[in-house]
């Protein structure tokens, strides 16, 4: 079964009434999302433009970039394996399970194992793979693939988790979104301490540290990376940048492609293992190289935002799980980049994803690395991707069609490939379509075709889906992510005019999100009432934080180490960031990390002068640090019918005092 198959899938899609709903209440908030956060940005295609030169230039220079990356990946004490395809990749995964006697992986998500259908491979050999990131969590228990790349089950209602979690997990039902997510919260907390192995996906790599950056909302992430004994990191080989700038540079633009956020709560830069801690590094090829050398290169370009699927028409009617091949299996990566590089990495059976695109150009519009994916499509279309490379240099693209069909594609692809002319042949076909609509009586063509028995020309439409989709985005609505509920501080905050700027700055952003702001001369004090007021007797502290003899005075017991069962966890912040609202916490004695992660409730101590404007003024602080997380607010989840909760698995409050 094949071209029937598709239509068929496609068409289950549509009628499906559940599916266009949460498929609606996805994309739709996204787009908007997208749009509000690009406002706080200046300069947006001049940093498009920027970031598709860094990326252009590491996938051109990428021999050189990899070796750079191993070598200081290595000295940091990582062990850096590369496998050439899925099958070495999977067995390299299994060695380190076997040495290490594991049994129970905890996983964060990460596209390349779904590329490489990691889980099953492990599942056979008796090991057990628990998905820790909400929206995994639920696909997994469906024994789904995920629908989406950034929000896994954006195809499913509410109603079907609560009585997905009654089936498999025993509780009464409930579409109560914060219950559903405080459920998954209790199970998965015991899978992050009892895993063998944490195993997570890589946003970036840094050829110049050698580190890791992930970015994660629910914490999940960092639970994954730092408790178990055993980190194995699954990356692209293409996924590399050259250095922090050009990582701070990524990272303004990822999370707002995204999620619609300024910066993902958590955004971890891992240089070295923890303590008694072994960490691993799968770097794969499975077809990137070949992708490299053939007419799709600038798809590795990609940063895996899923911004291309949320502005789909197409995508937007169809969800992930109509994206299959032609042994009818579900493509790991759907939409737009979905449809290059599916067939791109896994060879001919995705090349007929291609046909689900209407080239209109929204991709590229809001591509934050700007790939020309129209492009791209139209060369798959016309059987140049690297799996059918021989047939086109045999010459037999576009094969079985007539010379009138292969003249008028290439005029399409003519006019799909350069966006000017597309954007003139839509205002042409506009003044066709409202020319002769009053005439579309007797414009039937019946002898032709069976459409002009049924169908009236379509209404003039007034302005092209290009035009329409610009003003959409910039109309600016706000999204639940970028603009969620603000929550009044419960200590005093000076009065604006009285503080710099960059501190106002940074209480509006973090407040914004959900944090909250304390600013006391003498923050033990402050803190000590903040934990009577809660109750609370005992603390998770890093050292030179708070006066331990005025803590101890209080009746407040505290401990350096990680204690899951206690509730608040006090850490000092090495800076903070105005424009975001984040602070940055780094690894040291007391295990701060983890005092950051693992309590309901997390304390920053932040100097007001250790605040910086932004991101790239921060970075050379975590340089040469072993590990660092930068958390912008609670830790939080719009997994289930884009419903923001806040609290999954890292802290449900932030606190931070500004001395
Ligand atoms: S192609 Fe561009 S828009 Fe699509 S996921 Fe990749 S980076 Fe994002």
């Known amino acids: 079964m094949s071209k029937t198959s598709f239509r068929q899938r496609i068409q289950e899609s549509i009628n499906n009434e559940t599916l266009q709903i949460a498929l609606d209440n996805n994309t739709e908030r996204r787009l908007k999302g997208r749009a509000v956060a690009f406002q706080s940005i200046p300069n947006l295609d001049e940093r498009r433009q920027r970031a598709h030169a860094v990326r252009a230039d590491v996938i051109e220079h990428l021999d050189e970039y990899l070796a750079q990356f191993i070598s200081k990946s290595e000295d940091n004490g990582v062990i850096v394996h590369r496998a050439k395809d899925a099958a070495e990749a999977i067995q390299i995964t299994l060695n380190v399970a076997r040495q290490t006697s594991a049994r129970l992986i905890a996983k964060s998500k990460s596209m390349v194992s779904e590329e490489i259908e990691l889980n099953h491979a492990l599942e056979k050999e008796g090991i057990q793979v628990i998905e820790t990131d909400l929206g995994e969590y639920i696909v997994q228990l469906r024994h789904e693939r995920p629908s989406h790349i950034i929000t896994p089950a954006a195809h499913l209602r509410k109603e079907q988790v609560g009585e997905l979690f009654q089936e498999k997990l025993g509780i009464p039902y409930t579409t109560d979104i914060p219950t559903l997510t405080a459920t998954a919260r209790k199970v998965l907390r015991e899978v992050f301490i009892k895993a063998d192995i944490g195993l997570s996906g890589v946003n970036f790599g840094v050829a110049e540290t050698g580190g890791i950056c992930l970015v994660t909302n629910e914490g999940n992430g960092r639970m994954v990376t730092t408790l178990p004994p055993v980190h194995i990191a699954l990356m692209g080989m293409e996924r590399i940048v050259p250095n922090l700038d050009d990582l701070a540079l990524m990272l303004s633009l990822l999370p707002r492609s995204a999620t619609g956020q300024k910066l993902t709560v958590y955004t971890q830069l891992l240089h070295k293992p923890f303590k008694n801690q072994q960490r691993h590094i799968i770097l794969l090829d499975n077809g990137r190289t070949r992708l490299k050398n053939s007419p799709l290169k600038e798809s590795l370009y990609c940063i895996r935002c899923g911004a291309c699927l949320n502005a789909c028409p197409v995508f937007r009617e169809l969800s992930g799980h109509a994206y299959i091949g032609s042994d009818l299996s579900i493509a790991p990566y759907p939409g737009p980049i979905g449809s290059v590089i599916s067939p791109g990495l896994l060879g001919e059976n995705y090349v007929q994803l291609a046909q689900a695109s209407s080239l209109c150009g929204a991709c590229k519009e809001v591509c934050p690395v700007d790939i020309d994916l129209p492009k791209l499509l139209t060369r798959v279309r016309a059987d140049m991707s690297p799996s059918l490379s021989g047939r086109r240099a045999a010459g037999e693209g576009g094969a079985g069609l007539s010379p009138a069909t292969?003249?008028?594609?290439?005029?399409?692809?003519?006019?799909?490939?350069?966006?000017?002319?597309?954007?003139?042949?839509?205002?042409?076909?506009?003044?066709?379509?409202?020319?002769?609509?009053?005439?579309?009586?007797?414009?039937?063509?019946?002898?032709?075709?069976?459409?002009?028995y049924s169908k009236d020309f379509p209404r003039f439409a007034g302005k092209s889906f290009r035009e329409r989709f610009s003003n959409k985005s910039a109309e600016g609505e706000s999204a639940d992510w970028s603009n969620s509920k603000s929550v009044k501080?419960?200590?005093?905050?000076?009065?604006?005019?009285?503080?710099?700027?960059?501190?106002?700055?940074?209480?509006?952003?973090?407040?914004?999100?959900?944090?909250?702001?304390?600013?006391?001369?003498?923050?033990?004090?402050?803190?000590?009432?903040?934990?009577?007021?809660?109750?609370?007797?005992k603390i998770h502290l890093e050292p030179n934080t708070l006066d331990e003899i005025i803590l101890r005075a209080a009746g407040i017991e505290f401990t350096r180490q990680p204690d899951p069962q206690i509730l608040?966890?006090?850490?000092?912040?090495?800076?903070?960031?105005?424009?975001?609202?984040?602070?940055?916490?780094?690894?040291?004695?007391?295990?701060?990390?983890?005092?950051?992660?693992?309590?309901?409730?997390?304390?920053?101590?932040?100097?007001?002068a250790d605040i910086f404007p932004s991101l790239p003024d921060a970075m050379h602080l975590v340089k040469n640090i072993s590990a660092a997380v930068f958390i912008t607010g609670p830790s939080r989840t719009a997994d289930i019918e884009m419903t923001l909760t806040i609290g999954v698995h890292g802290p449900k409050e932030i606190h931070v005092f500004l001395t």
């Open 406 to 452: 292969k003249f008028g594609l290439q005029i399409f692809a003519r006019v799909a490939t350069h966006p000017m002319l597309y954007a003139a042949s839509q205002k042409f076909a506009a003044l066709g379509t409202f020319l002769f609509a009053p005439f579309s009586q007797w414009l039937r063509l019946p002898a032709f075709t069976s459409w002009g």
């Open 568 to 608: 608040v966890g006090v850490t000092n912040a090495i800076c903070g960031l105005a424009d975001t609202g984040s602070v940055l916490i780094v690894d040291g004695a007391g295990d701060p990390l983890k005092a950051s992660l693992l309590p309901e409730i997390h304390i920053a101590i932040l100097k007001s």
């Open 489 to 537: 501080s419960g200590s005093a905050i000076l009065h604006s005019n009285t503080r710099p700027l960059s501190d106002v700055q940074f209480i509006n952003e973090l407040t914004a999100l959900g944090g909250l702001v304390h600013s006391d001369q003498n923050p033990t004090l402050a803190v000590i009432q903040l934990l009577k007021s809660r109750g609370v007797d």
